[in-house]
């Protein structure tokens, strides 16, 4: 018989997002009644966050809210705006995860801002030297229990130069990641070089493929090349973060440019208009399957607790979904699980 899901407390960044508040309240209160293991709590301007639950529908005995008026800016300095603004929306949520009153954090603000906030309450897991941002894109085949159509790469940025040891701890991150969250039992995990040979890529990355491939627990195939990102050779990607974040620009580049042509090609061309129109089911299909706001956010792992990072332009949808995949992070104790396979 399976028991009643784990009551788990989200504290949500309020403040700072691309469409303000209004739409990270809006995901919270779809969260209180869709989910009801699920209370979110609040963290951010308390009038403005009470303004726009007067107005929508939601559980109230499901959200509380805890005040914090200030809040960083996209286009501010992580460290300069924290050190001005101790009291933002961020860093209190942050904090409050820190000293127990929620098990996990989801925002959708300054993606610097959080990972320092994090990295100044929160702990690092024994073995992990430093965090490294997830993310997860779509790919042509699919994997695990709930057939994902997507997968995961990681570092996309937290840690721009990863030593060997980086590289090892990001693979079995982001495989315990992938295990739990896309029901995938064993994640194929790979380095990205530019070569498939062990002994392709710079030191670090040559020093990376020997461990992985000596660890027990791990299903490491080896290195793949950029080719291999779309098509889904392997769902863990591991690389450091310089080079995770020019190929997810690359991605969104390409996702943006595909559609583009498609409006074109649909204004320009009859004869166009009317293949586009026999394909429009699998252009709906790939408008899901890159739909990013179906996956959430993306996480930042290596931490004791769970943070998970939304898309600054997340809407309510988006903001629910992340407030969903931080509650099974923590329901499936994912710290526990890195810790685990570290220890192997």
């Known amino acids: 018989m399976v028991g009643k899901p784990q009551q788990v407390t989200i504290a949500f960044d309020v403040m700072g997002s691309d469409h303000g508040p209004a739409e990270v309240v809006r995901g919270a209160a779809q969260l209180s009644l869709e989910s009801p293991h699920i209370h979110a709590l609040l963290v951010g301007d308390r009038p403005v966050i009470d303004e726009v639950l007067a107005g929508i529908k939601h559980n109230g005995e499901r959200i509380s809210v805890h005040h914090a008026a200030d809040f960083v800016g996209m286009d501010e300095k992580p460290g300069e705006a924290l050190a001005r603004k101790p009291e933002s929306s961020v860093a209190v949520a942050a ?34 030297r430093r965090a490294a941002l997830a993310t997860v894109y779509p790919t042509r085949g ?29 693979a079995v991150m982001g495989s315990a ?141 988006a903001i629910a979904n992340a407030g969903k995949v931080a509650a099974k992070a923590v329901a499936n104790e994912l710290g526990s699980a890195i810790q685990e396979g570290l220890s192997r």
Request: aromatic share 6%; glycine share 10%.
């Open 142 to 170: 699919v994997r695990g229990a709930k057939q994902d159509p997507f997968s995961l790469i990681l570092d996309v940025g937290a840690t721009v130069e990863a030593t060997a040891e980086d590289l090892v701890a990001f």
């Open 177 to 317: 990641y992938a295990r739990i969250i896309s029901r995938n039992e064993r994640p194929k995990v790979a380095l990205l070089s530019n070569g498939v040979e062990p002994q392709k890529g710079p030191p670090r990355v040559v020093e990376a493929h020997q461990r992985l491939s000596q660890m027990t627990g791990l299903n490491f195939t080896g290195n793949v090349e950029g080719i291999d990102i779309p098509r889904g050779t392997a769902d863990v990607i591991v690389t450091d973060g310089f080079v995770g974040n020019v190929c997810l620009k690359m991605l969104e580049g390409v996702h943006d440019t595909v559609m583009e042509l498609a409006q074109y090609a649909y204004k320009e061309s009859l004869r166009w208009r009317a293949g586009l129109a026999m394909l429009s089911s699998g252009i709906e299909r790939l408008k899901d399957i890159t739909d990013w706001e179906q996956y959430g956010g993306a996480p930042i792992l290596g931490f004791d607790r769970i943070f998970i990072k939304a898309h600054g332009r997340s809407k309510a949808r």
């Open 95 to 128: 904090r409050l995860v820190a000293e127990g009153e929620a098990h996990a954090l989801v925002s959708a603000g300054n993606t610097g801002a959080g990972v320092l906030a994090c990295k100044r309450h929160f702990q690092l897991i024994p073995g992990v």
